[in-house]
Each structure stands twice: as structure tokens, then as C-alpha cells.
């Protein structure tokens, strides 16, 4: 019997519907109905910074479509001015997909909490956090990965019983990007709104349909993507 990618050990399948932000409170009151609320983080604000290479072969990768992917980020939640602890714990990510599924290492360190409130993307202790950790994280991540933009929005996160499915949804998507390397960049802002479930089936949810009939749309979106596109053509 052939596997399919979100069926092989250790691989999850995503999927995103997308649509217009502007529809947010209905999007979040339909889903209100049909799912719970995550019990331990219901809502937060995510902070990723995007590494890549000097010939952006991460973005690349998405913007050729390639079935292989790979991501490495340096991921943490809050709002950078309500770090109130002097140290903040942020998750090193290498993120391998295969289509829809997707296969993620991952490690939780901490940082010093100034460092994520001023540092520039250009500081090299971005690289240096993937250096120190490399032998933990499993996975190297080369010196030739620099930080690139840092991406940041708002989400609140439910539970599917149902389906064995999690869910979230994002909003006020905007990014950053290292103004050294792309001087002529500004900053970013999507309109868009991404619910995104993950489980280990391969077919929608039943709620799926109602999300259709609102107006989103099931198909490939990445965050990451979406904002180099704008980044390396300077459009804000």
C-alpha cells in the first residue's frame, strides 16, 4: 500500500482557506460554532524571523512551487512591547514540506527579551542562535541562512474533536523586512485572513463548506511567500 504524504510517520497535513481580512468577524463567529476554543493558547500575537539564503532559496522554492520545501525560523508570542520578563522563550524551526504535509523540528530556548525588542535583523546573534543550538535542534542550519524579515499577526487558535484536527486563524499579517539587504524595501501589510487545520487526513473538515460559502477559498498560501513577493518588489 502507498502512503500518501499526510499519512507517512511523522508528517502532518495542512491546508488554508483565505479570504478577505475584512470578513474576520464572521469568519471567527462561524467558526465559533462549529469548534472549540483551544483551552491553553485561545489567542495570541506571533512573531517569526525568516532566515534564507543569499539567493533566497526558500522563497524560491515557494514561488516555483516546488513539491519539497524548507523553511527555518526563529519563532515567539507576544506583542515586542509587552515582553515584560527579562528573557523570552523563542521556538528555533526547521520546517520540511512534502505537498500538503509537512514535517517540523523544533526547539525552545531562551532570549534575552531586549534582544527581540531592538535587535536588527542584521545582527549576526540571529545566525548565532541556530549555530549554538544546531546539535539540539537535530538539524543544521548553515552560516549561509541569514535572518531576512520578521513577520508578525494576530491568530486565535480552536480545537476540532471532531476531525482530530487544529485550527487557527490569522490576521493583520505585516512584515518587516532587513532594510540592509533589501534598502529599498518597505514595510509589508496583507489583507488577507488565513484559517489554516491541520490533522492527519487527507479530505476538509465538514465546517469546510461553510467557510467556502463565505468566501474563502482553499488553496496554497504562505505567509512567508506572500511578503517576499511584496519585499523584493518594493510594494508596501
Known amino acids: 500500500m502507498t502512503l500518501l504524504p499526510s499519512q507517512m510517520p511523522g508528517l502532518v497535513n495542512e491546508r ?9 468577524p464572521f469568519v471567527l463567529a462561524l467558526l465559533d460554532a462549529h469548534l472549540q476554543p483551544d483551552r491553553h493558547y485561545g489567542t495570541g500575537h506571533v512573531n517569526s524571523v525568516y532566515f534564507d ?14 513539491n519539497l520545501k524548507r523553511k527555518v525560523r526563529a519563532r515567539w508570542y507576544g506583542r515586542p512591547g509587552d515582553l515584560a520578563s527579562p ?15 509537512r514535517d517540523k523540528r523544533r526547539l525552545e530556548v531562551s532570549v534575552p527579551s531586549d534582544f527581540l525588542r531592538h535587535a ?10 541556530f549555530a549554538s543550538h544546531a546539535a539540539d535542534l537535530g ?21 476540532d474533536p471532531e476531525n482530530a484536527s ?25 489583507g488577507d485572513i488565513v484559517c489554516e487545520f491541520k490533522n492527519r487526513g487527507g479530505s476538509p473538515p465538514r465546517w469546510a463548506e461553510a467557510l467556502h460559502n463565505a468566501g474563502m477559498r482553499l488553496r496554497s498560501f504562505s505567509k512567508y511567500g506572500e511578503c517576499m513577493e511584496r519585499i523584493t518588489r518594493g510594494i508596501p
Do not use: M, Q
Open 139 to 159: 538539524e543544521p542550519v548553515g552560516p549561509d541562512w541569514a535572518a531576512v524579515c520578521r513577520i508578525e499577526y494576530d491568530r486565535v487558535r480552536y480545537d
Open 53 to 66: 539564503t543569499p539567493g533566497l532559496r526558500a522563497w524560491a522554492e515557494k514561488a516555483n512551487g516546488d
Open 166 to 190: 487544529r485550527v487557527s486563524v490569522d490576521w493583520n499579517i505585516a512584515a518587516f523586512p532587513d532594510t540592509e539587504r533589501f534598502p529599498w524595501a518597505v514595510p509589508v501589510a496583507l
Open 120 to 129: 536588527r535583523l542584521s545582527d549576526p546573534a540571529w545566525n548565532a542562535l
Open 87 to 101: 528573557a523570552t522563550p523563542v521556538f528555533l524551526e526547521c520546517k520540511h514540506r512534502i505537498g500538503s504535509a
Open 16 to 24: 488554508k482557506f483565505v479570504g478577505d481580512a475584512r470578513d474576520r
